[in-house]
């Protein structure tokens, strides 16, 4: 159980193109969904938490107008990165929660690698 | 703040035990997880202890929490090569936004064969 899936899982395309991201729970609801961005050999970095129906909430230092989030549904958000640059190739992964208690814990998706020419 | 630390790297031969040792700061951390990332892909929860237990086991997982000097480790038993991968602890904080992780950097772990 508790299975997320991310796509697509690799992204190539020219500067400039906005560049969708899916992710979305398979077997669960999920309340509150987690995106974060992971440089090469580096850990995780969060970049916004989102909860279904509501606006995302940013961690310092990420642009909400370069990188827009939705999540319209328990089961679906989206991370859209708008005009994107070089600078934001990176390797993009989302997390799902299944619910709004401490025991939760997070569920990732396989990850999308995003390389901008 | 939140800190969260682990050593870089780790090669045991296949066969033995593999320990990989995570220190956090945060002593109103709730859960402490334990995940798994193979190259290339997302990450994959092993398993994870709630803050007021001292052991949890497995099957060749066990991990060790001593809460007051807020270590936590991950042992391996019978370590095999399909277990080389990077592995990262992580804390948890709860408050309205749901379960925050905090990520220590990740342990690679070389399994030989």
């Known amino acids: 159980g508790a299975v997320v899936s991310q796509h697509p899982s690799r992204v190539i395309c020219k500067s400039g193109t906005s560049v969708k991201i899916e992710c979305r729970s398979l077997?669960?609801?999920?309340?509150?969904m987690f995106w974060y961005r992971q440089f090469p050999k580096q850990s995780l970095m969060l970049m916004a938490t989102s909860n279904e129906g509501s606006k995302a909430t940013y961690e310092q230092g990420v642009e909400k107008d370069k990188f827009l989030i939705n999540h319209a549904s328990l089961t679906l958000s989206t991370l859209t990165v708008t005009s994107a640059h070089p600078e934001d190739s990176s390797f993009y992964i989302c997390?799902?929660?299944?619910?709004?208690?401490?025991?939760?814990?997070?569920?990732f998706g396989d990850g999308t690698r995003l390389s901008i020419l | 703040g939140e800190d969260v630390e682990q050593s870089l790297f780790l090669s045991v031969r296949e066969g033995d035990s593999s320990v990989i040792n995570c220190t956090y700061t945060?002593?109103?951390?709730?859960?402490l997880y334990w995940y798994k990332q193979e190259p290339g892909a997302g990450l994959q929860l092993l398993t994870y202890?709630?803050?007021?237990?001292d052991m949890k086991q497995d099957q060749r997982l066990t991990v060790l929490l001593n809460k007051k000097d807020k270590h936590l480790s991950l042992r391996i038993a019978d370590t095999q090569t399909g277990d080389s991968a990077i592995y990262f602890c992580a804390e948890s904080l709860f408050n309205n936004a749901g379960n925050m992780l905090t990520f220590g950097g990740g342990t690679r772990l070389m399994v030989k064969p």
């Open positions: 945060d002593s109103s951390s709730t859960y």
């Open positions: 997390s799902a929660s299944g619910g709004l208690r401490p025991n939760q814990p997070q569920h």
């Open positions: 077997d669960f609801q999920a309340t509150t």
């Open positions: 202890i709630f803050s007021n237990m």
